[in-house]
């Protein structure tokens, strides 16, 4: 078992393009999350799913978009990346409300 | 919303003890907490449900007290592996999808 992927594992954008996250998990978890790491700032919430075909804001889903098409899948899109968007982001999912298994992470830089 | 966590930072010699507390204004139903290495996912340790249950793995334990929305993770006769950062996240009653984390602790364990 993998557990949790993610892809790509770094990524430099220029402000203004666009990019898609995609997290996949092959525990047959319900519930998958994107969280954003800043220095000091702890782990924050974008969005989140707990289910195929379900998704729900976080704390902070301004400037992020999502999906989950598929079970295994949750992808995380920039439309229209900024600096601020400049960030380490993690992927979990879970079987319920339980334990979170998180990926490896995502450090993106956005110029 | 985010809960508050200390202290912030925290240096320990090997065998030495500490606590770390998670404090929230809201009503919580549960309390998660996790450790972070440098580099690294976050890596679950344990769950606490509303009831002031407490739980408990080897040397590391917590406590949640609904009534005060506080939790307190305590690490005994720390070892340099403990080093880390440590966050709770807290889930209020209803809201089944969101684990919103505090600020995390860094934890550093001298030899």
């Known amino acids: 078992n993998a557990g949790v992927t993610q892809t790509p594992k770094f990524r430099v954008l220029k402000t203004g393009q666009s990019m898609t996250l995609l997290c996949a998990q092959d525990?047959?978890?319900?519930?998958m999350y994107w969280y954003r790491q800043d220095p000091g700032m702890g782990l924050r919430l974008i969005h989140y799913?707990?289910?195929?075909?379900?998704?729900a804001k976080g704390e902070v889903p301004d400037g992020y978009n999502v999906s989950r098409l598929k079970k295994q899948n949750f992808l995380l899109g920039l439309e229209s990346a900024a600096p601020s968007q400049t960030s380490v982001y993690f992927c979990?999912?879970?079987?319920?409300?339980?334990?979170?298994?998180f990926g490896p992470g995502t450090r993106l830089t956005v110029l | 919303q985010q809960p508050v966590q200390s202290p912030q930072a925290v240096i320990l010699r090997e065998g030495e003890d500490a606590v770390i507390n998670c404090s929230s204004s809201?009503?919580?139903?549960?309390v998660h907490w996790y450790r972070q290495k440098h580099g690294e996912a976050p890596v679950f340790l344990m769950i606490?449900?509303?009831?002031?249950e407490q739980k408990g793995h080897e040397k590391i334990s917590a406590s949640f007290n609904e009534k005060k929305q506080q939790s307190s993770l305590y690490l005994t006769a720390s070892q340099l592996s403990y080093s880390g950062t440590y966050f709770c996240?807290?889930?209020?009653?209803?809201?089944?999808?969101?684990?919103?984390f505090g600020q995390g602790t860094t934890l550093q364990v001298k030899p």
């Open positions: 979990a999912s879970s079987y319920s409300v339980g334990e979170q298994f």
């Open positions: 525990m047959n978890h319900e519930y």
């Open positions: 799913s707990v289910g195929e075909g379900t998704t």
């Open positions: 809201k009503a919580l139903y549960s």
């Open positions: 606490l449900l509303k009831g002031g």
């Open positions: 996240g807290t889930r209020r009653p209803g809201n089944t999808g969101k684990l919103i």
